[in-house]
């Protein structure tokens, strides 16, 4: 599987935007770039994905460079219920296993002060 | 009500009991998961089933059993367990979307199992 690379941690104040990067470098045509992120004492929970076109929802918005060798995951308003670990996912389409195995990196935890 | 749940949520047991840990959804996912996660490892998966009648070995399936009830219900067994199965287990369920390529999972609370 792909190998995915991120910041160990990030810090943003309340209320404003949070650029969380992430380098895939070695992604294929098939990947698509997910993004989770896993509150305190929760489990995992699915914030965004996209394969080349940016995507937004009503939790954030994924911006992927143009060579799909990176992405960032965008938080607008960073409040305080968005502290957590996010993880940069790569999921290739043609895997029908359906678990993301030991993708879980440790990924980018995000402190947010008030 | 929470969309998948798990029983118990805290487990201190010693080595060589058998534990089964369990979980439920509600989404009507035919798709679940049993992970493990420990410090610095990330998730890693134990089992997935894809329906009742279909159930696949993950990576680290050893010293571990499943049983999927039904398809709302995917139990997860430690035959003996021994301490370095002492981790935080997740359940997940997934429905995968032919047209989009890739699948979503959701996630239970979690089972923090500690074993002596």
């Known amino acids: 599987d792909a190998k995915t690379t991120q910041p160990n941690s990030m810090e943003s104040n309340e209320e404003e935007p949070v650029h969380l990067p992430c380098n895939h470098s070695?992604?294929?045509?098939?990947?698509?770039i997910h993004w989770y992120r896993q509150l305190p004492s929760q489990g995992p929970e699915y914030v965004i994905h996209?394969?080349?076109s940016n995507v937004n929802n009503r939790m954030a918005s994924l911006a992927i460079a143009e060579d799909r060798k990176s992405s960032t995951l965008i938080l607008h308003r960073a409040t305080l219920r968005d502290a957590a670990v996010y993880y940069c996912?790569?999921?290739?389409?043609?895997?029908?296993?359906?678990?993301?195995?030991?993708?879980f990196g440790a990924g980018t935890r995000l402190f947010v002060k008030a | 009500d929470a969309d998948v749940t798990q029983t118990p949520r805290n487990r201190i047991t010693k080595t060589g009991k058998r534990i089964m840990l369990e979980c439920s959804q509600t989404k009507g996912h035919d798709r679940m998961y049993w992970y493990r996660q420990d410090p610095g490892l990330g998730l890693r998966l134990i089992y997935y089933?894809?329906?009742?009648?279909?159930?696949n070995k993950g990576e680290i399936s050893d010293g571990y059993s499943v049983s999927r009830q039904a398809q709302a219900k995917f139990s997860l067994s430690l035959e003996s367990a021994i301490p370095n199965q002492t981790a935080l287990y997740f359940c997940?369920?997934?429905?995968?979307?032919?047209?989009?390529?890739?699948?979503?999972?959701?996630f239970g609370p979690g089972t923090r199992l500690t074993v002596l």
């Open positions: 996209g394969l080349t």
């Open positions: 070695t992604i294929s045509g098939t990947d698509y």
């Open positions: 089933s894809f329906d009742v009648k279909d159930i």
């Open positions: 997940a369920t997934s429905d995968y979307f032919k047209r989009e390529g890739s699948d979503t999972q959701y």
């Open positions: 996912i790569l999921r290739d389409a043609r895997d029908y296993t359906g678990g993301f195995k030991t993708i």
